[in-house]
């Protein structure tokens, strides 16, 4: 064999090699540096967390069944760990990022995060998980594409917008902390910001000189993919752009029946598409609000957002009063009736475990039923603490995942109540049982005097009911059979109730709790553990091999280089995979000779 003709071969059995070895999906690859920085968002400088020096974070762009690889860098004073909100993480709970699955990150470390973002698409975001931080940002938006060969069901919009809206205290994360440690709330947010930044001053009153503002710039005649995100603490905030239609396209991964709203309420925690055609005259530029909801809005009128939209051919700023919210002081169902009306597209094309439109959740037969009720919160052991059907949860110095997978007894109970307590409140570390491929009913009940979302890691439930008063057993006539809205976060209406279905069918410790900052920090959550009796990484991967330990495993924990970048060694390992079929190649070639 000449050199020229073993060059030919050798570049044909190269690439059909590495075709095979790089089969496999697509990794994109993040690094985050978490700092903290000074910024004057509501025009008062704070300490706000940023992350690569950018408040919020950036945008996680990524395909259905990605390889997702970020690097995070913990430059804070205390320990981190970053969430995936709405992120399934199919098979590993290991990278969901909450004190159930994992260690905390400590200060100057680095820890890096991999995970497939399996059978998904649609919007999501990110945020720090730990100590109230997500009070001072370094929360940013997490897009899913689709892949090419699913089609959407609407054509491909003009461009893509991300629209991150939550209320914002002035006050540092840890002054915020100290309070809620003091047995004190936290009072009427200072404002709302709309991507990281203040409001337009719409109003020379509330709103103080030299604030910056966001301004979103696009062209007349096109259609524009807006997702829209509460990352906010505890403020339901009603979205609406002056003068324009809002058509709800998607939420948290489920397209929807694509209808037009004036404006919709989005609550904490939660993320919607929606796609808007800028068919306006352009006579002005155009008030983008959110503002807070159920609450007194002639007292909170401060807690508002505004931001710009301006068309390429506008003929001016915007002025005038803001578009008005809804009407609803005296009608409590507004609302209500609003969120039942967003329905699952089920004709859409999707990727999910089950194939959208398939899925027939109203003819299975449910196997496990909890009621979790919700009060305000009350003093347990001298503390004011959060509940959920009468436990107010205390996280474990050793994760619940890795106490399991170590065989280390006493970390938590396996006895959370199908139904709420009649005693005393208390605190525990009590863990839902959930039954492997089993089909589970939560009935979120709130006897709260105010908003709760509640979400649930590791699934999209189905929402398929929700009213005011009590729960019983006759609701579930109502419950909508169909095409109830898949999603992983839903509301629940102060002195009402909310039901889900679960399809119990991924395998890890997944959070179950209120996205309310406030409550979720006083204890107002559980987990529900799903374990199959057969042990298989089909159904579950191995524990990383950069996992941290803490706790009774303290002692395994090796020297700070263990947590060094997951993404270099899957780098120098492709690398060597390289060199190592060069190797063979040449040997070859110098048998052939």
């Given amino acids: ?192 910001l709309i991507n990281g930044k203040g409001p337009y001053r719409y109003n020379d009153t509330l709103v103080a000189d030299g604030i910056e503002y966001e301004t979103i710039n696009v062209h007349p005649g096109k259609t524009y993919r807006l997702r829209v995100h509460n990352v906010g603490i505890s403020t339901s905030l009603n979205f609406r752009i002056q003068s324009h239609n809002l058509l709800l396209a998607e939420s948290e991964g489920s397209y929807t029946v694509q209808q037009n709203y004036t404006s919709l309420d989005i609550h904490v925690g939660q993320s919607y598409s929606f796609l808007l055609t800028t068919d306006q005259n352009a006579s002005s530029d155009y008030y983008i609000v959110a503002s807070a909801r159920f609450v007194n809005e002639s007292q909170w009128k401060r807690v508002t957002g505004v931001a710009i939209l301006r068309y390429s051919n506008s003929k001016g700023k915007a002025s005038g009063p803001l578009p008005d919210p809804p009407q609803d002081e005296f009608d409590k169902t507004f609302s209500m009736n609003q969120a039942r009306s967003i329905r699952w597209n089920v004709s859409a094309s999707g990727a999910r475990p089950n194939p959208q439109g398939s899925f027939r959740y109203g003819s299975i037969n449910v196997t496990e039923v909890y009621v979790l009720r919700n009060k305000p919160p009350e003093t347990i052991d001298g503390k004011r603490r959060a509940t959920l059907s009468g436990i107010s949860f205390v996280n474990p110095a050793t994760p619940i995942r890795l106490a399991d997978q170590y065989k280390i007894k006493g970390v938590y109970k396996l006895d959370f109540p199908n139904k709420p307590l009649t005693g005393p409140p208390k605190m525990e570390t009590s863990v839902i049982n959930g039954t492997y491929r089993g089909f589970m009913e939560v009935i979120l009940q709130n006897n709260d005097t105010k908003m709760h979302t509640y979400h649930m890691s590791g699934y999209a439930f189905f929402v398929v009911g929700m009213d005011y008063g009590e729960w019983s057993e006759n609701s579930r006539g109502t419950y909508n059979k169909w095409d109830g809205i898949a999603r992983s976060t839903t509301q629940v209406y102060p002195g009402a109730w909310t039901a889900i279905l679960i399809s119990l069918d991924n395998v890890g410790v997944w959070n179950l709790r209120t996205e309310n900052l406030d409550s979720w920090y006083l204890g107002q959550e559980t987990y529900v553990r799903v374990v199959n009796p057969e042990a298989t990484n089909k159904t579950e991967l191995p524990m990383p091999d950069n996992a941290l330990f803490c706790g009774a495993l303290s002692k395994l924990q090796k020297p700070q280089d263990v947590s060094s970048s997951l993404a270099t060694s899957i780098i120098e390992g492709r690398s060597k995979l390289f060199f190592t079929v060069l190797m063979i190649a040449s040997t070859l070639f110098l048998v052939s000779r």
């Fill in 1 to 192: 064999m000449t050199l020229s003709r073993f060059w030919g071969w050798f570049l044909i059995h190269i690439a059909l090699f590495l075709s095979l070895c790089y089969a496999e999906d697509p990794f994109v690859f993040y690094d985050f540096e978490v700092t903290y920085i000074t910024a004057s968002p509501l025009g008062v400088p704070q300490q706000v967390i940023a992350i690569n020096n950018k408040f919020p974070g950036p945008t996680i762009n990524s395909t259905t069944n990605n390889n997702v690889v970020v690097n995070v860098r913990n430059k804070l004073d205390e320990s981190l760990l970053m969430h995936w909100s709405g992120i399934q993480q199919r098979r590993s709970s290991w990278q969901d990022g909450v004190l159930g699955t994992n260690c905390p990150i400590p200060p100057k470390w680095n820890w890096t995060y991999q995970f497939q973002v399996k059978d998904q698409i649609g919007s999501f975001f990110y945020f720090p998980s730990l100590h109230f931080q997500r009070a001072a940002g370094g929360f940013g938006s997490f897009i899913i594409n689709n892949r090419p060969i699913i089609p959407i069901p609407f054509d491909t919009p003009d461009g893509d917008i991300v629209i991150l809206i939550g209320d914002w205290y002035t006050r540092n994360h840890t002054a915020l902390r100290k309070a809620l440690d003091a047995g004190k709330g936290l009072g009427m947010p200072d404002g709302v």
